[in-house]
């Protein structure tokens, strides 16, 4: 008669692994990652409203009241996203930002209504309104997920990056005063800081390793801009000037206002950017190796329903997933969604 030799299991080897996804890294890497993130977006976050303003003729308060909203309204539905509740949220590293989207029909509903402060109670009645129902389709849209199979989300997710590349040429070449600013001449210099700065984040992510590597974007965009700020390009006088912290508060421009052919058309847009966020949900559970289930994108559509209504409530405009951010996902190998909750 043999002896049993099966030894109990430690305590520890009992315990269920905890997927990266699902990792809260120490303080400092937090916060640290947490701003790389924000760093990242933050040009593309703020250059709708910069656009919509220049479109419709705001003045220079109210452009000042859409960026604080704006970045108030992206910091809650990121929270949304990656931390989620209940059936809300996908709980996935994915940052939200405005949807260049929404950018064309905003416009043309504020125009057509007044144009200015006047024009955008009719857009926030009209965001509301979509993001309501966007949220209450969600299980019907989530219904849909059969229909996309990997050629059809693979080019989504081509197409996203592809959408990306104009605007990355348009930052690096662009007046660096203001995105709206006419051309400027000297947009030399303002390349080659891009391209340094491209080669600064290669070369970290080549040779450095451990934590240092996953902060490449960061410190590669701090060291082309100390160069900037060096060679007398950057001026970080107006950030000394700047309140610290800004408030936004609910329907600061007036009361919405409803009308029925601006709902349906932004209705119809957020049904395209509910596509893009599901090609964002694949394009990022691919990264971090989590399978996607439609329970999944009905989460996603439901948040970015409740980002949506409040976003117009709070001055802003329709939200869904930054595709720079899923690649920075890729780059940097960061996988742990609370690191976009920090961001948030």
Same mark, same amino acid.
């Given at each position: 008669?043999?002896?049993?030799?099966?030894?109990?299991?430690?305590?520890g080897?009992?315990?269920?692994?905890?997927?990266?996804?699902?990792?809260?890294?120490?303080?400092?890497?937090?916060?640290?990652?947490?701003?790389?993130?924000?760093?990242?977006?933050?040009?593309?976050a703020?250059?709708?409203p910069l656009?919509?303003?220049?479109?419709?003729?705001?003045?220079?308060?109210?452009?000042?009241?859409?960026?604080?909203?704006?970045?108030f309204?992206?910091? #809650?539905?990121?929270?949304?996203?990656?931390? %989620? =509740? $209940?059936?809300?949220?996908?709980? &996935?590293?994915l !940052?939200?930002?405005? @949807?260049?989207?929404?950018?064309a029909?905003?416009?043309?509903?504020?125009?057509?209504?007044?144009?200015?402060?006047?024009?955008?109670?009719t857009?926030?009645?009209?965001?509301?309104?979509?993001?309501?129902?966007?949220?209450?389709?969600?299980?019907?849209?989530?219904?849909?997920?059969?229909?996309f199979?990997?050629?059809?989300?693979?080019?989504?997710?081509?197409?996203?990056?592809?959408?990306?590349?104009?605007?990355?040429?348009?930052?690096?070449?662009?007046?660096?005063?203001?995105?709206?600013?006419?051309?400027?001449?000297g947009?030399?210099?303002?390349?080659?800081?891009?391209?340094?700065?491209?080669?600064?984040? #290669?070369?970290?992510?080549?040779?450095?390793? %451990? =934590? $240092?590597?996953?902060?490449?974007? &960061?410190?590669? !965009?701090?060291?082309? @801009?100390?160069?900037?700020?060096?060679?007398?390009?950057?001026?970080?006088?107006?950030?000394?000037?700047?309140?610290?912290?800004?408030?936004t508060?609910?329907?600061?421009?007036?009361?919405?206002?409803?009308?029925?052919?601006?709902?349906?058309?932004?209705?119809v847009?957020?049904?395209?950017?509910?596509?893009e966020?599901?090609?964002?949900?694949?394009?990022?559970?691919?990264?971090?190796?989590?399978?996607v289930?439609?329970?999944?994108?009905?989460?996603?559509?439901?948040?970015?329903?409740?980002?949506?209504?409040?976003?117009?409530?709070?001055?802003?405009?329709?939200?869904t997933?930054?595709?720079?951010?899923?690649?920075?996902?890729?780059?940097?190998?960061?996988?742990?969604? $609370?690191?976009?909750?920090?961001?948030?």
């Amino acid at each position: 008669m043999s002896a049993d030799t099966t030894r109990p299991a430690a305590p520890g080897a009992q315990r269920k692994k905890v997927h990266p996804v699902d990792e809260v890294p120490s303080a400092g890497r937090l916060v640290t990652l947490g701003i790389q993130h924000v760093i990242a977006f933050y040009a593309g976050a703020v250059l709708v409203p910069l656009l919509i303003a220049r479109a419709i003729d705001l003045d220079a308060e109210a452009l000042t009241m859409l960026i604080t909203a704006d970045l108030f309204t992206c910091g #809650v539905a990121s929270i949304l996203q990656a931390v %989620g =509740f $209940w059936k809300i949220g996908v709980r &996935l590293p994915l !940052l939200q930002g405005v @949807t260049f989207a929404t950018l064309a029909p905003v416009i043309k509903i504020a125009n057509d209504h007044g144009g200015g402060r006047v024009g955008l109670l009719t857009v926030y009645g009209a965001v509301i309104a979509a993001g309501a129902f966007t949220f209450l389709i969600a299980p019907f849209f989530a219904r849909l997920i059969r229909f996309f199979p990997p050629v059809v989300t693979g080019s989504v997710i081509t197409i996203i990056g592809v959408s990306l590349l104009p605007v990355g040429i348009g930052d690096a070449t662009r007046n660096p005063h203001s995105p709206v600013a006419a051309h400027d001449p000297g947009n030399g210099r303002w390349l080659m800081y891009a391209l340094g700065t491209i080669a600064a984040i #290669v070369l970290m992510q080549r040779f450095f390793r %451990g =934590f $240092w590597s996953t902060i490449a974007v &960061l410190l590669g !965009l701090v060291a082309g @801009t100390v160069v900037a700020w060096l060679a007398g390009d950057t001026d970080f006088g107006r950030v000394g000037e700047a309140d610290w912290i800004g408030f936004t508060s609910p329907f600061a421009f007036g009361a919405p206002r409803f009308d029925v052919i601006a709902v349906v058309s932004l209705i119809v847009v957020l049904m395209v950017t509910a596509v893009e966020s599901t090609g964002a949900v694949f394009a990022t559970a691919e990264i971090v190796g989590k399978r996607v289930r439609g329970a999944d994108i009905a989460a996603t559509v439901r948040a970015d329903g409740i980002a949506t209504v409040v976003g117009g409530t709070f001055n802003s405009f329709p939200y869904t997933a930054f595709s720079e951010n899923v690649g920075l996902v890729r780059l940097t190998g960061v996988k742990s969604r $609370w690191v976009v909750a920090a961001a948030g």
